[in-house]
């Protein structure tokens, strides 16, 4: 028997909701035909966004989310992409599949997507391949309210009114395919590049975020800390808000990842032991931030994370489409425990990507969508997003897997919100085991509980013939007991919790 002490007097931290973000690329079939479809199509949209798409999202509370790249965001030029549709510029797409980029979804394409989404705005700025100018340029463009060369050229295509830009990224891995350079030298030009992304609007300051590291490069955030960090009375936060980490999972190697859909058990624990790995990168880049930063000021970004497969048999290899099964909603479950858990530290995150790419939240096919079971995992937490953190701890877990993947069987995090309602979620790691698990409150008595599950086979995923073979159901396992809660937990399951 598993027991979950939560000391709900005890709050920890808030928990940004910015945590539960969102990725959308350039990249295969994210934007185009995931996204938009553009007003002419069969399929129902508003202002070319996809209604089924976009419904499905606002469900989630989508709190942010991140464009153009990604890889892409280094060889974009912001000028291709407004104006008149038909006169904007083609390129090729060479990091993802060399198709060409009609440019037909830019900046005022993702505003208004953004708009319908109600979710604020993370722009990632080109240091790879573009110029401070441009990169200035943009912020004016997008923010600036009055009468200046790009303010006016904003109006001239369309949209009088600045838009609120709340995050901006000043280049993407420029460790590897945004510019493949070293920590000083991306220091250096951080400091530069930063300092043209204006705050034109002092009651709405845009959110700088520095290129991070890319997975353990511990070397690279000290070395980017120590050049960019730097707080003084004019630059309380160095000359940044916050610093971005990207780590995938994969079970195999980088060129044979494995499949999305089939594998055997030992893929099952080493994909979520690689999972849980999070954990130790969180805490190690973190306790480098703070010697720099020890109150905190400053973010750790996780913007990009997630599942990285093998393709799915006969689509495009630069497409990087991929099924998403239970382990992906473990994953999930997972990963979003250890940001709330660390949400002193992690302030955003954006699992990649949103549609069709990676570990998605929805697929589609043409005029077909799906919820994947990661979908369900974000709908079942998305009451963490903006609670406290409360102090919490499991104790009596098992672990499970081999010696080489070893994982706890059960994980979890646990919020209060502005009524007073605690949010607990659970993951079931294993595949073998139920877990019965108790409940203990520090001062709360219990009168009542909503309880919702994920549970499944472990390869099982939902197609379009078949769109809720995996979907959240009511949970009715849960008991009320003088002391707290008392419910079992499926093999292979996610719960969440509300209580009252
Ligand atoms: O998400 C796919 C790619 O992974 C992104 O473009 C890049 O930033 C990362 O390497």
Redesign the pocket.
């Known amino acids: 028997m598993a027991t979950i002490y939560i000391n709900e007097t005890n709050k920890i931290s808030h928990i940004n909701p910015e945590i539960y973000g969102q ?1 959308s ?1 350039h ?1 295969g079939r994210c934007i185009y035909e995931g996204l938009f479809v553009r007003e002419d199509s069969d399929i129902p949209n508003v202002n070319g966004m996809r209604t089924d798409v976009v419904e499905a999202l606002k469900e989630i509370h989508v709190p942010v989310l991140r464009w153009p ?4 965001a280094d060889e974009y030029h912001w000028k291709d992409g407004i104006g008149p549709r038909e006169q904007r510029k083609k390129m090729i797409n060479t ?1 993802w599949g060399g198709v060409v980029e009609d440019n037909s979804f830019g900046t005022h394409e993702y505003f208004e997507l953004c708009r319908q989404l109600g979710c604020k705005t993370y722009i990632n700025g080109n240091v790879g391949s573009g110029t401070v100018q441009e990169m200035s340029e943009w912020v004016e463009y997008m923010t600036f309210n009055g009468a200046s060369p790009m303010a006016d050229l904003r109006a001239a295509n369309g949209h009088k009114d600045p838009w609120r830009v709340d995050f901006f990224g000043v280049g ?2 420029s460790w ?2 945004g510019g493949n350079m070293r920590p000083t030298y991306y220091g250096d030009l951080y400091r530069r590049y930063q300092t043209y992304v204006r705050n034109y609007d002092q009651n709405a300051p845009i959110q700088k975020v520095a290129c991070g590291p890319n997975v353990n490069d511990y070397e690279w955030t000290e070395k980017v800390l120590d050049t960019c960090f730097n707080p003084s009375p004019c630059h309380l936060h160095g000359f940044m808000d916050d610093l971005s980490l ?1 780590y ?1 999972t994969t079970p195999g190697s980088w060129e044979h990842k494995g499949s999305a859909a089939e594998f055997t058990t030992e893929e099952w624990y080493n994909t979520l032991h690689k999972a849980l790995y999070m954990e130790e990168l969180v805490e190690k880049h973190g306790a480098i931030m703070d010697r720099y930063d020890p109150e905190k000021k400053i973010g750790l970004a996780v913007d ?1 994370w997630g599942t990285w497969f093998d393709v799915e048999p006969g689509t495009n290899p630069g497409f ?1 489409y991929q099924q998403n099964t239970m382990r992906d909603a473990l994953v999930a479950a997972v990963t979003l425990n250890i940001f709330n858990q660390h949400s002193d530290r992690v302030k955003l995150a954006c699992i ?2 949103m549609v069709n ?2 570990q998605a939240m929805i697929l589609t096919d043409k005029e077909k969508m799906l919820r994947t079971p990661t979908y369900h995992v974000f709908h079942m937490y998305r009451s963490h997003q903006n609670a406290e953190l409360v102090e919490n701890r499991i104790e009596g877990v098992e672990t499970e897997g081999r010696v080489m993947y070893e994982v706890p069987t059960l994980q979890q995090s646990v919020s209060v919100d502005q009524d007073g309602v605690l949010t607990l979620t659970v993951a079931n790691l294993s595949l073998e085991k139920d877990s019965p698990v108790e409940v203990s409150f520090e001062e709360i008595k219990p009168v009542s509980v909503e309880a919702g599950i994920l549970t499944e086979e472990k390869d099982a995923y939902n197609t379009f013939d078949e769109p809720d073979r995996v979907r959240e159901q009511t949970f009715d396992g849960v008991t009320v007991t003088e002391s707290g809660l008392k419910f079992t937990m499926p093999a292979c399951s996610v719960v969440s919790l509300r209580i009252r």
């Open positions: 990725f690329e990249l790249g990604g890889c892409f990091h993407n891995e590897g395919c990207h995938y990009e990087l990649a990507q790419v990676l």
